[in-house]
């Protein structure tokens, strides 16, 4: 088999057979085809397409290009959860101890911010003496003994994933539907949960802004899930302002804890408790969706689900004394508010800017080596919609240096369009895939 050969036949919108994509993913890896080979296949198939199959067999080649996690050692159902990334998305911090003080099995990993979208290991890090490194014989023994585990990926999962995203990332190949799902899917299956939850965002700080194609997105995820015998399931949810209050990461970490305290509702909860519920149907724990979120509040009244994150915190080296009292999160020296200049109604919000300001002030990273302030960053005041006056607040920043706190407040107050009339709402939940 030669591999220019794979590349004119997907060229000419030939369809690649299981044995094919094998050999190229695992000569990939193996050192034996060059980068600007694949480059050109990477390119191909952005043109040309992968069809269902094709995609679902480069997942699980992917899948299978390192270790995977046998996860049946653990007693109960394990489930996961992905989200696609956005601004102030804090689900998996509510949603974790929420199911799994329902019983469910929490075996989650998960990576670290690029850009403005913040990552879950850095959000928890921001949590005094939190560790997420830790090897897989404790990971396995906290999700049994505590219903839940976060740590970071090893390097031996899914090692095609890394070289393919780090080509793509430089050829212009990233925005295919195929090799996103494929990206993703390749590592939630790797990981070996039984079911598995996916919230896809789209509006104008999602990473599809179309909800038609995150729709498509969440169909081929869900295709390639059920065909490695996986329940799962997907919302596709609104990003056309930040999902939360905060942006930062212990800030976010406070908002979810208020959450969890019962002292905070909004668009987070609510994502939150949909994308919870739909675990616990899936389950058989409770028989349709408004049981399910009845249950979860239950669980949020009674303070089980805010006990159950302290235990994982706990477990893992953090002081669980945050969940109780949020002055034990790291804090800025300086917090600065931003005011509306004129009055109407905040008609619009350019929600990538939000997050590029909270990366200008240090809650981000550009670069993957980059140092991240977890004090820093955005708490918002208003919502779309919001009517506002001249000189109200619309939010505080949170600043440790100052060196690009000109430029983060003006494009803060850019991003933010204040008009005559309040727009028409956004759904907060545009579609589920099963």
């Not at 616990?280 to 009244?301: K, Q, S, T």
Request: hydrophobic share 45%.
């Amino acid at each position: 088999m030669h591999f220019l050969d794979l590349i004119l036949k997907k060229r000419n919108r030939g369809r690649l057979t299981p044995e094919e994509i094998d050999y190229f993913i695992s000569g990939y890896v193996m050192g034996n085809i060059p980068d600007y080979q694949v480059s050109a296949m990477l390119m191909a198939i952005w043109f040309c397409g992968l069809d269902t199959e094709e995609t679902a067999h480069l997942t699980f080649a992917m899948r299978d290009s390192g270790d995977t996690i046998d996860l049946a050692g653990i007693r109960g159902t394990t489930i996961d959860k992905h989200s696609t990334g956005g601004v102030a998305d804090t689900t998996t911090l509510i949603v974790a101890p929420l199911v799994a003080a329902c019983g469910l099995k929490v075996a989650k990993m998960s990576g670290r911010g690029l850009g403005h979208t913040g990552g879950t290991l850095d959000k928890l890090e921001s949590i005094p003496g939190f560790s997420t490194e830790i090897d897989m014989d404790l990971f396995q023994d906290l999700v049994s003994r505590n219903g839940l585990c976060v740590m970071g990926q090893t390097a031996e999962l899914v090692p095609a994933d890394k070289l393919l995203y780090a080509l793509r990332d430089v050829t212009g190949t990233v925005d295919n539907i195929s090799l996103i799902a494929a990206s993703i899917m390749s590592k939630k299956l790797a990981l070996g949960s039984d079911i598995i939850v996916l919230d896809v965002k789209t509006g104008n700080g999602a990473f599809m802004p179309e909800t038609s194609e995150a729709v498509k997105l969440a169909q081929a995820m869900v295709a390639i899930g059920k065909s490695a015998g996986r329940k799962i399931q997907a919302l596709v949810t609104d990003m056309n302002q930040p999902l939360g209050d905060a942006v930062g990461n212990a800030l976010e970490v406070a908002h979810a804890l208020e959450i969890l305290q019962g002292r905070s509702d909004g668009d987070l909860k609510t994502v939150s408790l949909s994308l919870a519920a739909r675990l616990l149907v899936a389950a058989g724990i409770e028989p349709d969706e408004a049981m399910a979120v009845a249950r979860l509040n239950r669980e949020l009244d009674s303070g089980n689900a805010l006990e159950t994150l302290a235990r994982m915190v706990e477990a893992q080296g953090g002081d669980p004394r945050v969940c109780e009292d949020l002055t034990l999160l790291p804090k800025a020296d300086r917090i600065i508010e931003v005011k509306s200049a004129q009055t109407g109604f905040i008609s619009r919000i350019h929600t990538n800017e939000v997050g590029v300001c909270a990366l200008l002030l240090g809650a981000g990273r550009e670069r993957k080596d980059d140092a991240v302030d977890p004090a820093v960053g955005i708490r918002t005041a208003v919502r779309l919609g919001d009517p506002v006056s001249k000189g109200d607040l619309l939010a505080s920043f949170h600043v440790n240096n100052t060196r690009h706190l000109d430029e983060a407040m003006a494009r803060f107050t850019n991003a933010l369009e204040i008009g005559p009339s309040a727009p028409e709402p956004n759904p907060l939940i545009y579609n589920t895939i099963v």
